[in-house]
């Protein structure tokens, strides 16, 4: 099979050139092609592209890059690796030793033919180092064909090698996800790369393969860039904004490498397309925290809190997370309790704002002489909830049930009777539901 980018190439760089231009035609169609090897050259199905290379130096009658080229393609597993070595060992037999093997080696094998070869003329010297050069291309023929066959199993499972709009099945995903565990695990970074550039073409619409993508490079020695590069793609080209974990995950980077202000832009764009992203603005908030101060996330809150744009369930999450860091960052809880129930009348039909407000109680640290209070706090909220919001019956049960747990673990020898009691208004048949519902609500009008 022909990748699809190759073909443009092969119809360019096999066109005529006049004489008088012919030097540098052929120089710059060697360029082209030493591009195209850099991009396609490791391909398991690259052969088409370095059929054309050879063909293009034939051509050209340059015998000794042909001679380079199948030195290179000999170490590189692939579909038709045997071809290629088939070639590669005919015209060995007429270059010259030198040619045949790095200086180092042909010292070493020097070295051990000398005592065979002592005494003898410089033709028969030249036979036995031929006759071990040959077997030391057999052993790189066999390497190759042992690297080929590792990663058959995940080539011929690949389905479709290029990019298009609809989904690709679970078995595809999972086998690129092999494919690249193996690679890793092989520790060849060229050829790691090489396959997450070919994954990213295929799985250009999944955010996980950017991620693990970007995650395995930032663990590359000096690889900054890169991983920029990585994120820039997946964000810029490929990942629409709807999702904004990869965004997210680049601003994170970006305020890693001491770029804060490339950060807050980076949020300030998913901001623009999706204005009430929760998890944006927090870290929003929380980058100015950290490199300005308190005040300036507080002012990150407030600007969002008065955007129109902002849904009132998120203006409630927002409030939740003002408190939070309130509480976190100056380990102030009575502030945070402040900022919640000075709001809590605007917020009455939210369910963020409600599961957080009780959240935030819940967690409160307790002391022996505290839990008392805290107990009545926490029940007091959840009674609020239930009997002055305007929230749904599912989000008031989902809610009742969350303060249930809280009730099992209780100090208070009453805690059982309560879990009890509200255990059959929550979750109790018609009957019992209606008839505790009709008596609280008498008791709440006595």
């Known amino acids: 099979m022909i990748r699809p980018y190759t073909l443009f190439g092969f119809s360019f760089l096999s066109a005529p050139y006049p004489m008088p231009a012919m030097r540098h035609a052929l120089a710059n169609k060697t360029r082209l092609f030493e591009r195209g090897a850099a991009c396609v050259g ?248 950290r490199q300005v101060g308190y005040d300036a996330a507080v002012q990150i809150y407030d600007q969002y809190l008065a955007d129109a744009e902002c849904s009132i369930d998120d203006k409630g999450a927002l409030v939740v997370e003002m408190a939070r860091l309130a509480w976190k960052s100056k380990g102030d809880a009575v502030e945070a309790r402040d900022i919640l129930s000075r709001q809590q009348h605007i917020f009455v039909d939210s369910p963020s704002f409600w599961a957080g407000y009780l959240n935030f109680e819940i967690d409160q640290p307790t002391t022996a002489g505290t839990a008392i209070e805290q107990a009545e706090r926490v029940k007091a909220l959840h009674s609020e909830i239930r009997q002055k919001t305007r929230l749904s019956p599912e989000v008031i049960t989902e809610l009742s049930q969350k303060y249930m747990s809280y009730l099992t673990e209780k100090q208070s020898k009453l805690a059982a009777r309560e879990y009890l009691e509200l255990d059959s208004l929550v979750n109790g048949p018609a009957s019992v539901t209606k008839a505790r519902s009709t008596a609280g609500a008498k008791g709440a009008v006595a």
């Open 42 to 289: 490791l391909d398991f199905l690259a052969h088409p592209f370095w059929d054309k290379y050879i063909e293009f130096e034939e051509r050209a009658e340059a015998h000794d890059k042909v001679f380079d080229i199948l030195t290179r393609i000999i170490n590189i597993p692939m579909h038709q690796y045997a071809r290629y070595f088939e070639k590669y060992r005919q015209l060995a037999a007429s270059r010259p030793v030198t040619e045949l093997a790095p200086a180092d080696l042909l010292s070493q094998f020097t070295a051990e033919l000398e005592p065979e070869t002592k005494g003898k003329s410089q033709i028969e010297a030249e036979r036995a180092m031929r006759a071990r050069l040959d077997t030391y291309h057999l052993e790189l023929f066999h390497n190759t064909q042992t690297e080929t066959t590792k990663r058959w199993t995940y080539e011929q499972e690949i389905k479709r090698p290029y990019f298009h709009v609809t989904e690709l099945d679970e078995a595809q995903l999972e086998n690129w996800s092999k494919y690249l565990d193996f690679e890793e695990s092989e520790a060849d970074y060229t050829r790691t790369t090489f396959l997450y550039e070919r994954c990213v073409v295929t799985c250009a619409h999944y955010d996980e393969f950017w991620q693990r993508y970007a995650r395995w490079m930032y663990n590359q020695d000096g690889k900054e860039e890169e991983v920029r590069i990585i994120f820039q793609r997946a964000s810029c080209v490929y990942t629409p904004i709807a999702r904004p974990a990869i965004r997210l995950h680049w601003a994170l980077f970006e305020e890693a490498c001491g770029r804060p202000f490339v950060s807050a832009a980076i949020y300030e764009a998913i901001l623009v397309t999706l204005p009430g992203n929760l998890e944006a603005i927090t870290r929003l908030a929380n980058l100015q925290r």
